[in-house]
């Protein structure tokens, strides 16, 4: 985790079942989350409060136009630099196509 301006930057590998790894990187600003995947899935969207946002989603079978629309947002911060919490609702469309309503809660320590 590290800072730079008014952003927060926090990356990460994941391995995703069936799928492999994949380096997630999360950027976090008071007001919108930026999350930026490479590896064995390639992802950019953005998550702002109130607004729709466009973004890409591909799994190397070709690249997805994804819909966002963002209905909750919260970003908490701790004894800054430490812990944050991210909290954000969306609705989600693949294509133009509607595929569901997420709820995504994210807590961010930093190993000591």
Same mark, same amino acid.
């Given at each position: &985790?590290? /800072?730079?301006?008014?952003?927060?930057? !926090?990356? =990460?590998?994941?391995? @995703?079942?069936?799928?492999?790894? !994949?380096?997630?990187? @999360?950027?976090?600003?008071?007001?919108?989350? &930026?999350? @930026?995947?490479?590896?064995?899935?390639?992802?950019?969207?953005?998550?702002?409060?109130? /607004?729709?946002?466009?973004?890409?989603?591909?799994?190397?079978?070709?690249? @997805?136009?994804?819909?966002?629309?963002?209905?909750?947002?919260?970003?908490?911060?701790?004894?800054?630099?430490?812990?944050?919490?991210?909290? =954000?609702?969306?609705?989600?469309?693949?294509?133009?196509?509607?595929?569901?309503?997420?709820?995504?809660?994210?807590?961010?320590?930093?190993?000591?």
């Amino acid at each position: &985790m590290y /800072e730079k301006q008014e952003w927060t930057y !926090v990356r =990460f590998e994941e391995e @995703l079942e069936g799928i492999g790894k !994949v380096q997630t990187t @999360l950027k976090i600003g008071d007001a919108e989350v &930026m999350v @930026l995947r490479s590896g064995a899935v390639a992802m950019r969207q953005v998550y702002v409060y109130g /607004e729709r946002t466009e973004g890409t989603y591909d799994m190397g079978y070709g690249r @997805l136009h994804t819909e966002a629309v963002t209905d909750h947002l919260a970003v908490t911060r701790a004894n800054p630099g430490w812990m944050m919490h991210i909290d =954000f609702h969306y609705r989600l469309a693949l294509q133009g196509t509607p595929v569901g309503r997420y709820e995504i809660s994210i807590v961010i320590e930093e190993d000591v």
